[in-house]
């Protein structure tokens, strides 16, 4: 079956005739789910079903689930994971310790989501920030250079990989940089490009085998003076296919943050036209969404390769996980001073 290159977010914990008769028709290739759209495990599960009956196929759920101050599960139905900052500084203090916390953190967060049929999680976070940004990414780094982001990113990935779940690499090419969040304005970064590659890309060009990765709306004036790297062709074809190396899937990051501009079709066409693969959108706005549809291609040629090849990714069968007794163990080493 055909699906269109498009991730939706709903509008709460089920359904509704609207949605269900709008994802009938739109058929994206996956969704996104947020707080809104979660009260309990089994309510979890239900929806997840209820998207995948709506859209007609079994489309990849994807959620933010990094741990810290962006996790969408959270106590008491699931466990609290530390931000990332937190295995960078068990990684200072013991590199082999910091990546084993980093390892099994993914991992745990894996069999979660499985439990509930979420296969894609939007992480790891691998941006370098720098003194004066924005603290929009802030904890969310693993450290404050790309060597430790780059290994830790990694083990993390891993991790969510060994558990059946599609790690995201984000935000490529990086937005560690960014002095002002950009779900509100645009940010405009001024930074030499040889200062860019050497800092900002390292990363990504690190972890540039991953399955699948999210643009950053940040507009890097050393590489395209007017668009943001979501709607640059020049960054998407130059930089992370080029430089970078990443040839996995690439979706837009939210369509309906404010760093864009124009109307929601306006941002969908731009964002594909520049070399996304998949356009995302996340706040479940119905005429919203319409308008992004009515932009939005069905998955074909070299961007259905990329998603068959990252999907291909995904192990199925999983080795069982002794949730407990690991939880015990990464507690424990988390909690190490």
């Not at 009956?53 to 689930?65: S, T």
Request: charged content about 25%; some cysteine.
């Amino acid at each position: 079956m055909s699906v269109r290159a498009a991730i939706y977010g709903c509008a709460g914990t089920r359904i509704t005739e609207g949605e269900r008769h709008f994802f009938r028709e739109a058929r994206p290739w996956g969704f996104i789910l947020f707080a809104r759209n979660i009260a309990d495990p089994g309510q979890v599960r239900q929806l997840v079903g209820e998207l995948r009956e709506a859209a007609g196929h079994e489309a990849e759920v994807l959620i933010d689930q990094e741990g810290g101050r962006v996790q969408r599960l959270t106590p008491p139905n699931w466990r609290g994971f530390p931000p990332g900052r937190r295995y960078g500084e068990l990684y200072e203090a013991d590199v082999e310790q910091g990546l084993h916390a980093a390892r099994l953190g993914a991992k745990l967060i894996a069999a979660e989501l499985r439990h509930l049929g979420i296969t894609v999680d939007c992480l790891p976070v691998l941006d370098v920030p720098v003194p004066g940004a924005h603290d929009v990414i802030g904890d969310r780094a693993y450290a404050d250079t790309p060597g430790p982001i780059a290994a830790l990113g990694l083990a993390a990935a891993e991790g969510l990989l060994s558990g059946g779940v599609l790690p995201v690499i984000k935000h490529i090419p990086g937005h560690g940089r960014a002095g002002v969040d950009s779900h509100k304005s645009l940010p405009v970064v001024d930074t030499p490009a040889d200062e860019l590659s050497r800092i900002d890309f390292a990363p990504f060009h690190a972890l540039r085998h991953m399955p699948l990765a999210m643009t950053a709306h940040v507009v890097y004036t050393a590489l395209d003076r007017d668009r943001p790297a979501t709607t640059s062709p020049s960054i998407i074809g130059g930089v992370i296919r080029g430089e970078i190396g990443f040839d996995g899937l690439l979706m837009s990051d939210d369509l309906s943050m404010e760093a864009l501009k124009g109307s929601l079709g306006e941002r969908a066409r731009r964002s594909l036209e520049a070399g996304c693969d998949l356009v995302l959108h996340c706040n479940g706005k119905m005429t919203e969404m319409e308008a992004v549809a009515a932009e939005v291609p069905i998955l074909s040629g070299r961007p259905l390769e990329r998603s068959e090849a990252a999907i291909s990714q995904r192990k199925t069968a999983i080795a069982s996980l002794d949730i407990d007794s690991v939880w015990q163990q990464f507690s424990g080493l988390i909690a190490t001073s």
